[in-house]
């Protein structure tokens, strides 16, 4: 096993040089390694040369391969990939905005050597779960395997590249190479997806990466403590609203050793590739992606989740949570989306068809009484929930239901929320006060 280490970066060398301060912090040194900078170029030259001078300042040694033009991170890691598998077996990754515990490698290396030539795995990383900022939860839980949300200073096997390479490259010629990658065609990167079989939203790099891994049962593992820190307030997918928005700033970096991670049974296999399959061949929530993101970020894998009106919801936020129940009052849609569930053998989910009292024509209006046994079912459950999601059929009134539905502290997600309807609210307001929203999706609590 010959393994590299490999910075791609462009022109932030502020974050750059904050990455190169927590890297000499390590317990285990980068110096017993071969490393390598990877330097996107930039019209902005001067911050070029700051980046190379800070590595080579940190690295002496270590080797700069300078890209002759603004190549986009998805080429860089490409070539990176290229360059360096024709002489090592395995390649650690790490971005300029990212900074790591001290005992980042320390846990790593042992990951890699347990799991870097198992066939099963595509990537490794000890980014873990990036939103905690409970110490005591991560340490609890600092040698369990979870799925990699965040492809975040992850290890490439070269098995898992020369996998994938064909379909990156199919991405890359099609979309990337020539344009700017900031500006590529989303629209036709989504109808590409359709035409091999994905079904996704986002068109990063990273998400064809997670997309071609699962199309060869690979599957991309960290551990559960947040052992990597993301610092780019600004960049290519990022502004400070966005930063304050996902919390990034609150992460708690995990400083204790990874000592003992847990085996890659074919049970956990199973698990951990499920998640993936279900990202990439989802049917799609409703939702637009600000605010899908801002839901998930209040989703916990020990949640009790209940939704009215069920689709790509009940198959994505299924997979984040510990047991969902869905209630859909359309029979055509139900049995699609239950013959989804059960294609994707998703095994938490309670589904239950519930129709109207009398004949509902698509998307009018609920009448009065039309939805009685729809607005109550959930009573039938005898069990209350941490997430309650309301994107179906008569929507006000099964807020009101949910108010004796919700734990202390639970969430009432209220989707397609219109603020000026304030008379049609009126009773939801009796219970519920919003805390946030984004778009037309209200996060509410109880009162």
């Known amino acids: 096993m010959k393994i590299a280490i490999a910075f791609v970066v462009c022109d932030r060398p502020e974050y750059f040089k904050e990455v190169l301060k927590s890297v000499k912090e390590q317990t285990l040194s980068f110096d017993n390694f071969d490393v390598y900078l990877f330097q996107d170029g930039s019209k902005n030259k001067s911050k070029v040369e700051e980046s190379i001078a800070l590595f080579k300042e940190h690295f002496p040694e270590g080797k700069v391969r300078l890209q002759p033009s603004n190549v986009g991170v998805a080429l860089n890691y490409h070539v990176a990939s290229k360059v360096l598998f024709e002489d090592y077996s395995h390649i650690i990754f790490f971005e300029e905005d990212m900074i790591i515990s001290p005992y980042y490698l320390e846990s790593l290396i042992p990951m890699i050597e347990k799991f870097g030539d198992d066939e099963r795995v595509g990537m490794i990383s000890c980014s873990g779960e990036h939103m905690l900022n409970d110490l005591e939860t991560q340490k609890k839980f600092k040698n369990d395997l979870i799925f990699m949300e965040r492809t975040w200073g992850f290890c490439l096997p070269k098995h898992a590249f020369l996998k994938i390479q064909p379909r990156v490259e199919e991405y890359l010629n099609k979309f990337i190479v020539g344009k700017d990658y900031r500006k590529r065609d989303s629209v036709g990167i989504r109808k590409w997806y359709e035409e091999i079989g994905f079904n996704t939203i986002s068109t990063s790099q990273d998400t064809v990466?997670?997309?071609?891994?699962?199309?060869?049962s690979l599957i991309k593992i960290t551990c559960f403590p947040g052992m990597i820190k993301h610092i780019g307030i600004e960049g290519l997918h990022n502004n400070h609203v966005a930063y304050d928005k996902y919390r990034f700033g609150e992460q708690v970096l995990f400083n204790e050793k990874i000592d003992n991670i847990e085996d890659l049974t074919e049970e956990k296999y199973n698990a951990i590739l499920k998640i993936s399959?279900?990202?990439?061949?989802?049917?799609?929530?409703?939702?637009?992606?600000?605010?899908?993101?801002?839901?998930?970020?209040?989703?916990?894998?020990?949640?009790?989740?209940?939704?009215?009106?069920?689709?790509?919801s009940t198959i994505y936020f299924s997979s984040l949570v510990k047991e969902y129940f869905s209630i859909e009052h359309n029979k055509e849609w139900f049995d699609k989306v239950d013959k989804e569930l059960t294609r994707l053998n998703v095994q938490n989910v309670n589904y239950n068809l519930v129709l109207p009292e009398f004949e509902h024509f698509g998307l009018e209006a609920a009448k009065p009484k039309q939805f009685i046994r729809y607005n109550n079912f959930p009573d039938s459950f005898n069990t209350c929930f941490d997430k309650i999601l309301v994107d179906g059929r008569d929507r006000a009134n099964c807020a009101v239901v949910a108010a004796k539905l919700l734990k202390p502290g639970g969430i009432l997600f209220f989707h397609d929320f219109v603020p000026d309807r304030t008379s049609r609210y009126r009773e939801v307001f009796k219970h519920f006060k919003i805390v946030d929203q984004v778009e037309k999706l209200a996060i509410m609590k109880l009162k």
């Open 277 to 312: 399959n279900k990202l990439i061949y989802r049917m799609k929530p409703w939702m637009t992606d600000n605010e899908l993101a801002l839901l998930v970020r209040h989703l916990k894998p020990t949640d009790y989740m209940l939704e009215w009106g069920s689709g790509g």
């Open 209 to 216: 990466k997670l997309c071609s891994l699962a199309e060869k």
